[in-house]
């Protein structure tokens, strides 16, 4: 090129100049990628904050439920919408369960190209499973329902707490949380190679929900364990579990791909999320489990429970008894919450203080249920105290609680064990204080990691349930590492996944990967615009939503009512009403695109300008159709868990108590009218039933700033539509 | 084979061109955090206390920065200082110390304000002016290769990987860069 001559020329000449403007460019460049790494971690802390207000939602929703179940009377409407979700499993005896979960009568078509199994398993057909997985295969359902029939019958024999040794050299492969996300585990696999003698792997839960691929994920899984009963490892995470699952899209999964036999696939996996074991140590020295601990973690307790009595790690087992009710779980929760205002700060991913306090994302104490049921159910309790029978008069809480308190307590402890086990997240400081972020397990600090060692004898925590830009994290001195697997996890390039290979030194070594071709061909620059566009559309939707208590909340600011106003009052308006504790300052020129000369915002406009639109209902009360974008996957839960042949439609009569149940959830009124005018958008064919996807397409929020219409946002609640990320030919 | 000529003695650092003087060379003796008058509104503050969060990654949130961090920070704030004047307001570490000495938040405070006082970004034709210079066909673009050496060599060179970083996707199939489509990309951040 030449270029050694001219550029000494160059610089002869307009060396001065040159410098000039290269420092300049060095300049304006540092200051791009500075700007680009501030707004990627508040990017991540926006998708962090929706994510885990929408746990705390469903756990208060599910609280909700429990409690309406403790206090409805029998033969109420509304008990026995939800009643099946609670009720034990009618079938109890094993040989019961192997004739209900019959696979020998389906029949396997002639047409079909995916795999067949036989039993006992072997490795061919293990390894053949990832293969045609990767194909876009789907596993007949008599396949299925056989490998999770002996897949259940392995886990039994299994203890609460697997003890696994190094020894032999042998280096254990342990994977986080995977989300149905079959691309990482396939980049695991081709990178560390899959499950054998050699090999062994530990799997730390979550397998399931958000991802699209979580049924194959836990079919391979489940194959390799039963291959390999001595090599591989699994561990229950706060995603196993069904009522998790009616919100997070894994039953959603399940059905669609599944139209015939979903329900039993789905009645099975119940029962073995439950088996699955709840903790691992490996050397005697390493703890692995899903969550964390807490100040009152017990690993003897722990190994001494009967895990299988917890379907769902939400709610404590009812004892079979019949004089019995079941405490309403939220009790000891409900005493925690219910002292004064508890200000205290967590370690979140973004080591971010967040000033959190009992007025969370959606303030409702169930006090003020209590108010309310107690109000409008008053005739139905004097009946249903006149009634005999298993729900009599012992039904009455306060009496309940007394008479099996000695009993109870025993199982409320093991029941904190699991709950804590499941679904605590570390903290920076000292102490243990509850998750009220999550709304469930605790956050704890480095002197109980300390104290919990000691006492156990152990020397590090390996833990998952939080997702981490790298994949993985040390704190609390490093003993306590997070590791997670799903890459790309908030959006294509948000984030690593991580794996950790553990030898007989016991010394973590770490490998890092992201999945996804896609990747490859963004630049930098595109894929942090992306997770940046991602989270500014969430948040929108979010804003959009609460359009009506905004406006509001502006008005008081806006004494002149000109319909503008500073900004510093829009974003501590804005604050009042979202308490997501996200820098709205900060984030201005994001939200707010219109200018003015002294920036000031007009308020009405800003709304236009989310360029958010929402349903074609104008006949609609304005209110109750940002109730239904705020609450939407609660609506949506509620409607599966009513829907309980899982066909997909609800009777017009469902619809209404509903929302009824809705309405008293949310301290709402929403009358009769209001009611029929939703069903009317829908019920198109007068037929009487609605059907539950069209219902909640019908009233979705769409970008109009975005092309891909199609595919719900993750953190609305459902799986996401990850059929944009083809799968990696590469692997 | 020849012997060597005696040579003359040379004259003393008289080489072809003088040497270029330093740009933006601080004549600010060392910085004194006492001098400086803090002029942020009580909002600003709070913002620059979020993202001085953002940036703390101690492990028990001790609201501290490395200095290494403390430019990182004033940059995403939006200012735009040469690393010269970052080192200038951090007093002249040593660089082992870049990485392990801290700084908090009060501390913070004075030198972002110098930093804010100090405006000197350079305007995008001031930009378009300096890379004209190697722009030797003068038909609006400049050779990537070229450019590459020179953001690694002169001024406050930056490494190879920021430098790719900064160009990918830059180039034309010839190699060239549209520099005025390249200043416009740079400065919309």
């Known amino acids: 090129m030449g270029c050694g001559v001219s550029k000494s020329n160059q610089f002869h000449k307009n060396s001065g100049k040159a410098i000039k403007s290269a420092v300049l460019i060095q300049r304006w460049y540092r200051q791009f990628v500075a700007r680009k790494e501030m707004r990627r971690r508040y990017t991540w802390h926006i998708f962090q904050s929706i994510e885990y207000s929408g746990e705390q939602a469903q756990i208060k929703l599910y609280n909700f439920l429990g409690y309406l179940m403790d206090n409805f009377t029998p033969a109420s409407n509304e008990r026995n919408l939800i009643s099946h979700i609670f009720r034990e499993n009618e079938v109890c005896r094993d040989a019961e369960w192997e004739r209900y979960f019959c696979y020998k009568n389906i029949e396997v078509p002639d047409l079909y190209s995916g795999p067949h199994l036989t039993f006992p398993l072997t490795v061919e057909q293990a390894v053949g499973l990832v293969e045609a997985f990767r194909n876009k295969k789907q596993l007949h359902s008599r396949y299925v329902l056989q490998l999770l029939l002996e897949t259940w019958k392995q886990l039994r024999l299994l203890p609460n707490i697997n003890r696994i040794s190094t020894c032999h050299s042998k280096e254990i492969t342990i994977c986080g949380d995977l989300h149905g996300q079959l691309e990482d585990l396939l980049l695991i696999f081709y990178k560390n190679d899959m499950p054998s003698l050699e090999k062994p792997y530990l799997f730390n839960g979550d397998f399931v929900d958000r991802g699209k691929d979580s049924i194959e994920i836990l079919i391979i899984l489940f194959s390799f364990l039963l291959v390999y009963p001595s090599e591989v490892y699994l561990n229950r995470g706060n995603h196993e579990d069904h009522i998790v699952n009616l919100r997070y899209g894994f039953t959603k999964e399940v059905l669609s791909k599944y139209r015939m036999h979903g329900k039993r696939i789905l009645k099975l996996l119940q029962k073995i999320f439950s088996w699955l074991p709840l903790a691992t140590v490996i050397d005697q020295k390493v703890l692995v489990i899903h969550g964390g601990i807490s100040n009152t973690t017990d690993l003897n307790v722990l190994a001494r429970v009967d895990r299988h009595n917890y379907n769902s790690a939400l709610r404590p087992p009812k004892k079979r008894h019949p004089s019995v009710a079941g405490v309403p779980i939220n009790s000891d929760m409900d005493e925690e919450a219910g002292s004064t205002n508890k200000v205290f700060q967590r370690r979140p991913s973004l080591k971010f203080p967040r000033t959190l306090t009992k007025d969370g994302f959606q303030n409702r104490s169930l006090q003020d249920f209590s108010e309310l049921l107690r109000v409008n159910t008053v005739e139905d309790v004097e009946i249903h105290k006149r009634l005999p029978g298993p729900l009599g008069p012992e039904n009455d809480t306060s009496q309940s609680c007394e008479s099996q308190s000695c009993e109870s307590i025993s199982s409320e402890d093991e029941w904190k064990q699991i709950l804590d086990l499941l679904w605590s997240d570390p903290m920076a400081q000292d102490g243990c204080v509850p998750n009220e972020v999550r709304g469930g397990g605790c956050y704890w600090g480095p002197d109980v990691t300390e104290d919990f060692l000691n006492r156990h004898n152990l020397q590090l925590i390996i833990r998952s349930h939080e997702c981490k830009q790298e994949g993985y994290e040390f704190c609390h001195n490093r003993k306590v590492l997070t590791l997670f697997s799903a890459s790309n996890y908030y959006d294509v390039g948000s984030n690593r996944g991580a794996y950790v290979k553990l030898g007989p030194d016991l010394v973590p070594y770490l490998v890092q990967y992201q999945a996804s071709s896609m990747i490859r061909e963004l630049s930098v620059r595109q894929s942090a615009g992306r997770s940046e566009r991602s989270a500014n559309k969430v948040l929108r939707e979010q804003l959009f939503a609460h359009k009506s208590d905004l406006i509001c909340a502006f008005k008081k600011l806006d004494s002149e009512n000109i319909g503008r106003v500073s900004l510093a009052d829009w974003a501590s308006a804005v604050e009042s009403v979202m308490r997501l504790g996200l820098p709205w300052r900060i984030m201005r020129s994001q939200l707010v695109t219109g200018r003015s000369a002294d920036s000031s915002i007009d308020y009405y406009e800003w709304f236009n300008e989310l360029a958010i639109k929402g349903a074609n209902a104008d006949h609609i009360d304005q209110s109750l159709l940002e109730t239904l974008y705020r609450h939407r996957s609660t609506l949506e839960t509620i409607f599966r868990i009513v829907d309980t042949d899982n066909s997909g439609f609800i009777t017009m009569e469902d619809f209404r108590q509903t929302w009824k149940l809705l309405s008293v959830y949310l301290k709402m009124e929403i009358t009769e009218e209001a009611i029929s005018d939703l069903a009317v958008t829908i019920d198109s064919n007068q037929d009487g039933s609605i059907d539950i996807e069209e219902f909640m397409e019908a009233f979705r929020l769409t970008d109009k700033k975005s092309r891909l219409e199609r595919g719900r946002s993750m953190f609305m609640g459902t799986a996401t539509d990850l059929t944009k990320l083809e799968g990696d030919p590469n692997i | ?189």
């Open chain 2, 1 to 189: 084979m020849a012997p060597k000529k005696k040579e003359e003695p040379k004259p003393a650092a008289a080489p072809a061109a003088p040497k270029p003087p330093e740009p933006e060379r601080p004549k600010t003796p060392v910085f004194d955090p006492a001098t400086v008058t803090l002029e942020f509104t009580p909002e600003q503050i709070e913002d620059f206390k979020y993202s001085f969060q953002l940036f703390d990654t101690t492990a028990t949130n001790e609201m501290k920065i490395t200095y290494a961090q403390c430019g990182d920070l004033i940059r995403a704030l939006g200012q735009n200082p040469t690393n010269t004047e970052i080192m200038n307001v951090l007093g002249k570490p040593k660089v082992e110390d870049m990485h392990t000495k801290m700084l908090d938040f009060d501390q913070f405070l004075p030198m972002h304000q110098h930093i804010c006082k100090a405006k000197d970004c350079g305007t995008y034709e001031d930009f378009v002016e300096g890379l004209r210079v190697f722009d030797k066909e003068g038909n609006g673009t400049v050779m990537g290769a070229e450019l590459r050496h020179v953001l690694a060599t002169l001024g406050e060179k930056m490494r190879e990987d920021e430098v790719d970083q900064l160009m990918q996707n830059q180039e034309d199939a010839n190699g060239c860069i549209n520099y005025e489509a390249f200043v416009k990309y740079i400065m919309a951040s």
